[in-house]
């Protein structure tokens, strides 16, 4: 089973600023994904970037990438030019085969 | 295409009923997920389904729970003599495969009164 820590309740940034959401993960699996979704308001989770535990390039998409550094068991997220459509919670989350485990999140505000 | 939808999205139930969630995975998803998310929480799995068969319920809080997806494709979330303790959104996901990106319908918002 995954463990997955979020140590930041809430984080700001300036719009047009980059910003780095951070997650520790804790597992004895030797293969394992993690992932980060965002969570609107409006309560729905929308999947942002995964990256496969034996995969040795940083995931990246779009203004996302996830810092992959495995040795320290963590998977950072980067937002780079954020916006202020951004503002939401972050949730990292992670799994082997089907079961992911959820951290409890981070609010990100983007303030204009 | 179209994405997971739920229903109902918001649900209120009196302490004691018997409610009944819907998912309609994306089509052609095998995998399908129940989470129950708690307010300020992150979602926590509740069971999973490949196609019709159930290959884990552990998350289940209780028996009063039940799931089920008789044909492969929609899912229904069975809560039975409901408790407080039960108030929160569910959440419904699916994936092309298991260990996929899960994608994730609106949730059905329960308030147990």
């Known amino acids: 089973a995954q463990k997955i820590t979020q140590t930041q309740p809430g984080m700001f940034v300036q719009e047009k600023e980059a910003v780095t959401l951070d997650c520790t993960y804790d597992t004895s699996d030797q293969s394992y994904g993690l992932f980060w979704y965002k969570q609107p308001s409006s309560g729905e989770m929308i999947f942002l970037i995964y990256?496969?535990?034996?995969?040795?390039q940083n995931a990246t998409e779009g203004r996302y990438s996830l810092n992959f550094q495995k040795a320290r068991k963590s998977a950072n997220l980067v937002i780079s030019a954020s916006q202020l459509g951004d503002s939401a919670m972050y949730f990292c989350?992670?799994?082997?085969?089907?079961?992911?485990?959820f951290g409890k999140g981070t609010l990100l505000t983007v303030n204009p | 295409g179209a994405g997971v939808s739920q229903s109902p999205r918001y649900k209120v139930a009196k302490r004691g009923q018997d409610v009944a969630l819907r998912c309609d995975p994306i089509s052609g998803h095998v995998s399908l997920f129940w989470y129950q998310q708690a307010l300020g929480q992150g979602p926590e799995f509740l069971t999973y389904?490949?196609?019709?068969?159930?290959?884990?319920k552990s998350g289940l809080p209780s028996d009063r729970f039940f799931a089920e997806r008789p044909e492969g494709s929609v899912s229904t979330l069975k809560i039975q003599r409901t408790q407080q303790e039960d108030s929160a959104v569910y959440l419904c996901a699916s994936s092309l495969v298991a260990d996929g990106e899960q994608y994730f319908g609106p949730g059905t918002r329960l308030t147990v009164t």
């Open positions: 389904f490949q196609n019709e068969a159930q290959l884990d």
């Open positions: 989350a992670g799994g082997s085969n089907y079961k992911l485990t």
């Open positions: 990256q496969g535990s034996y995969d040795e």
